[in-house]
């Protein structure tokens, strides 16, 4: 009867061992048809762009906006180069050191660590670090050592029309770069304008574009505790704002040492706006205008230029399109 028995019971396991083959080779044969069917789209789909974007057709298209493009890629090269205006500011360089931790209780002291040592990062006590969070101008050139100067002054103005030139640019150019992608969309396959946006764009030919704002300079007040467990850092962020105020701040001390030149205007974000105001946003040279093109690029030139005794006066700044104030100072690079 045990016999039997254990036999029965075997013949139980070898029935549901079938029963769950059956079922998992019914699954198993769909699934299967269904990723070779999705592999075979896929892999036609990728021939498709292939063709597509080697076809006459997508020649043409590229053909009839090449000019356009073409606009675009000027463009952002001259972003780029606003960018890179920024007169870097040194902290004094105290030289090298090595620390070589030797407590018993060996520590990890991952705050020592962390602290790298970079001219854009001061090391200070907590209450420095607290302070300059409340005071940023203040503290960023007491211990970043900018120059309470005429020349300082004319500088961050600098950095400041190229850096909101390069702003104002960046949005201009991604409307201008929609704007074209638009207008070419009917003649794109659905499922290429759809899914491929980004290669799409390369294949047009559009440069590629760094919309990111981290062109802006950032400095830190750091602290580490003698113990190097624990830390903490104010970042300050030369953005637009921020070099509003540091123009303002260092004309403020200016006009308090009595500086003659102290007493001309800022070349401010607002008197920026004002130029372009009293210019009916129109280029002085080429007379271009936004009522023409739609998305321009205005920048503020002065007339006489700073290097050659000109001042940030209304009466020597005007309204150029970035096409002309790129030609003006190449003109005068040559000179």
């Known amino acids: 009867m045990r016999g039997t028995g254990a036999l029965i019971f075997l013949g139980i396991i070898l029935f549901i061992l079938y029963q769950i083959i059956l079922v998992l080779n019914s699954l198993i044969l769909p699934l299967s048809i269904l990723a070779l069917a999705c592999l075979a789209i896929l892999s036609v789909y990728q021939l498709y762009k292939k063709y ?97 100067s005429e020349n300082s002054l004319e500088n961050f103005e600098s ?65 580490v505790s003698a113990g190097g467990n624990s830390s903490m850092k104010c970042d300050i962020k030369l953005d637009i704002q921020n070099l509003d105020k540091l123009i303002f701040y260092l004309n403020d001390i200016i006009k308090y040492r009595k500086s003659i030149q102290g007493q001309r205007a800022l070349m401010t974000s ?20 936004i009522t023409v093109e739609k998305n321009l690029l205005l920048e503020i030139d002065h007339i006489v230029p700073v290097s050659r005794g000109g001042l940030t006066t209304e009466e020597n700044l005007q309204t150029l399109c970035w096409k002309c104030n790129r030609s003006k100072g190449a003109k005068l690079e040559v000179m």
């Open 270 to 289: 607002t008197l920026r706006q004002k130029i372009k105001t009293r210019d009916n946003y129109t280029c002085k040279k080429c007379d271009n205008s």
């Open 159 to 223: 950095v400041l029309n190229d850096f909101a030139a390069a702003e104002e640019g960046k949005k201009i150019l991604k409307t201008e770069r929609n704007l074209i992608l638009t207008n070419v969309s009917n003649s794109i396959p659905w499922l290429i304008y759809k899914f491929e946006k980004e290669l799409l764009i390369e294949k047009l030919g559009f440069d590629q574009v760094n919309f990111k704002d981290l062109y802006f300079p950032l400095y830190t007040f750091q602290y």
């Open 52 to 148: 597509y974007f080697n076809s006459s057709k997508f020649e043409n298209i590229k053909e009839e906006i090449r000019d356009y493009i073409d606009n675009c890629n000027e463009l952002n090269k001259h972003i780029e180069k606003l960018k890179k205006s920024f007169i870097e500011i040194n902290s004094y360089d105290y030289g090298n050191g090595q620390i070589s931790d030797h407590s018993v209780y060996n520590f990890k002291r991952t705050a020592w660590n962390s602290g790298i040592k970079k001219h854009q990062i001061f090391h200070c006590s907590a209450t420095i670090c607290k302070n300059a969070s409340n005071q940023p101008i203040k503290y960023l050139c007491k211990y970043f050592n900018i120059d309470i």
